[in-house]
């Protein structure tokens, strides 16, 4: 971890999590590093991130690595919401790498992020599945603390299965102009998805209020949904997400 | 411009591009778009999410042919990944179907039977921008403007519009339509994993409600 320099240029992390299955075939967590606001502790439910500094704020750049080996499972949760927050440094960015083996499992479900007044927030995430991988990833986004307009949020998700794209998607809501019209978020100020990939999974599209649920090309389906608040947004996710598990 | 790019950019082109509404039709059954304003800023928000996607998409596809390139079912993959909804899809390969009738009476090029019977509609329009002679800014300005006219001429059937209300609001995005084509021109220099991803939820619940409507002017 680089600490904030006395320019206010912010906090630099680099956390990563190695999941591993051994010999007798239960997952063992081989590599678990900390680094600055990614605090992670180890817990009978997953690894969680436990948030050891509030924020991201403008000027920090966080990354967190995760890897699961052939035929082990991970699961990420969080403690808290993540507060995208304005700060000295410019904007804030976090990035989190995944690369699932051969009938590995990742599921990553951390609480919301809420983008709040003034943040110039970046969330990217790039994900490779190898062959029979099994991918559940949440994001849910919040826009702005109550009663406040949110500051700028651009996310973007890059999900590959065996080289070959699954899904790239990009929400920007940079520019109240074109986020605030009817096309892209409809007056919502929660909004969030829902991947779910490998085999076995429901494809029989599904829309209805606030909620749609969209089977991909490849093998995955996208559970996205509009909302007025957090739990709103949640309860759609989890009703879209049993309908897509079949 | 050449005359055979104004043709490809001309609504009266026989594609088949009338049939489609790019999410109008459900968002004026939905109640979200009434009037000019709405429109101008349902319009908007199509241009820098899907239009800048498709922009980008026919850019590559133009480069790509121009290059005597042979990565066709990667690109498809890559429209694919930017197309989460299903009924969008289908309404892509549709149109790029139409085009692709269209393009191999009128423009022939080698690139054509290297698509496949079903291809994305930018990436048709791509290689049908190449095959006439023009560049990858070329198709992405053709792209970006097809993504706003038709759901503008689409409002005036549907809600009853002033045509000439209409117009004033597409004159007034035209400058946002030439950023948008410059934006996708630059990113389609670079690799395909990386071209404008931009999503707009609404219009994806659109697309899904719309094949749920019992009463349909549209296919899409």
Redesign the interface.
Known sequence: MSPPAAGGTGYRARAAVTAERDATGRTRLTGLRSDGPLALRETPEGVYLVGAAAGPLGGDDLALDLTVGAGARLAVRSAAAMIALPGRGGGSRFAVRAAVGADGRLDFAPEPTVAAAGCDHRSVAEISLARGAVLRWREELVLGRHGEVAGRHVA?L?VTVED?????????LD?P??????????G?TA?G?VLLAGPGLHTE???GA???V?????PGV?V???AATADELRRKLSYGESLASG | MDTALLLLADSRLPAGGHAHSGGLEPAAAAGAVTGVADLAGFLRGRLATCGLVAAALAAAACAHAREHGARWDLLDAEADARTPSPAQRRASRAQGRALLRVVRGAWPHPALAALGGDPHHPVVLGVAVAAAGGGPDRAAAITAYGSVTGPASAAVRLLGLDPLAVHRALADLAAEVDEVAARATTAAAGGWAELPAASAPMLDLFAEFHLQADLRLFES
């Open positions: 973007r890059d070959r794209p699954l899904l790239r998607h990009e929400l920007r520019d102009a074109i986020h605030g019209g009817r096309a892209v978020l409809g919502a909004v998805g599209p599904f829309a606030g909620l749609a969209l089977p991909l090309a490849g996208l996205t949904a509009l």
